[in-house]
């Protein structure tokens, strides 16, 4: 890249450069407002967020309400400008919680005509669909291996199949040979669906070969977000319009026995696909199954604030910082608590956006670009805020750049490296690494790619919008030098995460959130003032398979 590319001089606010080793200079005015930053400040934000009465932020409840109504005074109190429906800081998010009725069903059919029906919740669990309260499907079965298909990567799971009319069987995974983001991605339920859709299958199937693995519990339903139009707009386990009227889960055991009464080696099987080589074939099954679902619609918010940029031309272009608003309210007692207050998940997310927002509010030079601070709903539910404001965002979505996210930052030590997934694949890696190098931060590879972390925060919307994002997590390195932190964050999130014990009571570093504040501010800010885009780097997968939308 040219000197020339990373030299701000407009306002004299920020000016980079980049030579042998890349180095950002922070304006005098800049640096003043990041130390201004209060700690207890921080600490403020997750103390109301994460108190009793909120009752864990679950959308479409009181508590919930609460929390939109208080990050709603904080952005007014900053001088942060509506930008949601109507003037309002707000974007309605429309929910529907769907349930599976008791008289669904799921059975086998063999070549020679005999019926086997399977046993809910034992041997499968099938979907509600969030559409159509009534639905059935009968058709031949297919095996598809891990149902992906990634030419950029020479592997196809449909290569030579016809599965039009057909159902589709999967082996949850991805081959070993996928990048970390790359084999998360492909084996989402909805990257399965689409590529099912795509092929003309009319149902989808997902097994697993782990013989103690749980179905899915969809006791408590499955939610969707409709659009105006009453059509499901986002779903985690639905594609509209696609006709695909059937997806479900069945167990290892009846994985094992339809692949083996089709003469199918599944051990060899199994071991092909790790190793990159589709192992498709057509099954000597079809089933049937019928499918009924009750439903319970609710309104939840997104809250969207503004701040205008200083640029003729672009200031009507966006960079985006987020964070999801929602937690899991009320559920099964820990310990005798059983309200989730979501401390770190993600009441510290949210106030990392709002102490963001008081940066930017404190510069009387805006950035060239406008800046929204979105905080979503119904994360907790399958990234479904996000999902809807990134396909219908209050502003036009052409103008969306770059996505900076922040979701359980997990503030337990000191901040002394990052992980900024997604980076990787766009030229927002740039930014991150001058604005880590400028706070004294090591930049890290993700420590725990196990995790998938990349598809599990509300930046995966944006990116399936096209958006180049990112999110920033925590690295492994310690002040006492074992550079183990990740050893000390799964002992704690086996105690707290997700459970009624993640409130305030519990450890926490707030200058680690001070200092993700400024990390995300000065990502944000580059951003903001670079006359070019951010671009996703060539050849990428993310940026061919979304980046042209």
């Not at 309400?65 to 707000?90: F, H, I, M, R």
Request: aromatic share 8%; net charge positive; proline share 6%.
């Amino acid at each position: 890249m040219p000197f020339s590319r990373f030299l701000f001089t407009w306002g004299g606010l920020l000016m980079a450069s980049l030579a042998s080793a890349q180095s950002l200079t922070v304006d005098k005015k800049v640096a003043k407002a990041l130390q201004q930053l209060r700690p207890d400040d921080f600490r403020a934000h997750v103390q109301y967020l994460a108190d009793d009465k909120l009752l864990g932020r679950q959308p479409g409840t009181p508590g919930y309400q609460l929390a939109v109504d208080y990050v709603t005074q904080q952005l007014k109190e900053l001088g942060v400008q509506p930008a949601g429906e109507n003037g309002s800081y707000v974007q309605r998010v429309r929910l529907r919680r769907a349930f599976v009725q008791p008289t669904t069903t799921l059975a086998l059919r063999n070549a020679q005509g005999q019926s086997q029906p399977l046993k809910a919740g034992q041997d499968f669990v099938l979907y509600p669909n969030p559409e159509e309260a009534s639905v059935q499907a009968e058709a031949p079965l297919v095996f598809v291996g891990y149902g992906i298909s990634a030419p950029e990567l020479g592997y196809d799971d449909y290569a030579g199949l016809d599965v039009k009319g057909k159902i589709v069987v999967v082996v949850a995974g991805a081959p070993r040979t996928f990048p970390s983001t790359i084999a998360a991605a492909s084996q989402h339920t909805m990257s399965v669906l689409q590529n099912a859709a795509s092929h003309g299958a009319v149902g989808v199937i997902v097994g697993t070969t782990r013989p103690k693995a749980a179905l899915p519990n969809l006791k408590c339903g499955a939610y969707s977000v409709l659009g105006p139009d009453g059509k499901v707009a986002a779903s985690r386990s639905y594609l509209s319009g696609s006709g695909v009227k059937v997806l479900g889960n069945v167990n290892a055991a009846t994985l094992h026995a339809l692949l083996a009464a089709s003469a199918i080696d599944t051990a060899r099987a199994f071991t092909a696909l790790r190793g990159g080589q589709p192992a498709s074939a057509a099954l000597g099954h079809a089933a049937r199954a019928e499918v009924r679902s009750t439903y319970q619609d609710f309104d939840s918010y997104n809250v969207v604030g503004q701040l205008r940029g200083s640029d003729a031309r672009l200031r009507d272009e966006y960079v985006v910082h987020s964070a999801h608003l929602d937690h899991m309210g009320i559920g099964d007692a820990v310990k005798g608590d059983s309200i989730y207050n979501g401390a770190h998940d993600n009441a510290t997310g949210v106030a990392s956006v709002l102490e963001i927002a008081r940066v930017y509010a404190k510069l009387k030079q805006k950035p060239k670009r406008s800046v929204l601070f979105v905080l979503q709903t119904a994360e907790e539910m399958g990234l479904l805020g996000s999902a809807y404001f990134a396909a219908r965002p209050t502003v036009p979505r052409q103008q969306l750049v770059a996505n900076v996210n922040t979701d359980m930052p997990t503030i337990i030590a000191p901040l002394l490296s990052v992980v900024p997934l997604g980076a990787q694949h766009s030229t927002l890696d740039e930014p991150v690494n001058r604005a880590a190098a400028y706070l004294n931060l090591v930049v890290e590879a993700d420590p725990e790619p196990e995790q998938n972390r990349f598809i599990r925060s509300d930046q995966y919307s944006f990116v399936k919008a096209g958006v180049p994002a990112l999110h920033i997590k925590y690295g492994n390195k310690t002040a006492d030098g074992k550079n183990d932190l990740d050893k000390t964050v799964k002992a704690w999130r086996e105690l707290t995460y997700h459970k009624p014990q993640d409130d305030l009571s519990g450890t926490f570093d707030f200058e680690a959130g001070k200092k993700y504040v400024q990390l995300n501010f000065l990502i944000g800010y580059q951003v903001a003032n670079d006359p070019q885009r951010p671009r996703w780097k060539p050849g990428d997968f993310f940026g061919g398979r979304f980046g042209q939308q």
